[in-house]
């Protein structure tokens, strides 16, 4: 069960990279919020990385409910 939970929380960082990489704090340009591609891919990520942070909360849950 542990280790579900760690591959969905891997899953979430890994997609919030995503999203980082695609809209850096440093190196930011004012283009980068009307690029259509740039936004897109960050809200497939933010989506994922949602669903991921859903299925490990239900995985520590269990976790839990099992101690």
């Given at each position: 069960m542990f280790?579900?939970?760690?591959?969905?929380y891997q899953v979430v960082s890994e997609n919030?990279?995503?999203v980082a990489n695609t809209f850096p704090?440093?190196?930011m340009?004012?283009?980068h919020v009307k690029?259509?591609?740039r936004i897109r891919t960050a809200?497939?990520?933010l989506r994922t990385a949602r669903d991921a942070e859903?299925?490990?909360l239900e995985a520590l849950r269990r976790i839990?409910?099992?101690l």
């Open positions: 280790d579900e939970a760690l591959d969905q919030l990279q995503t704090f440093h190196g340009k004012p283009e690029d259509q591609a809200i497939d990520a859903a299925d490990g839990v409910n099992e």
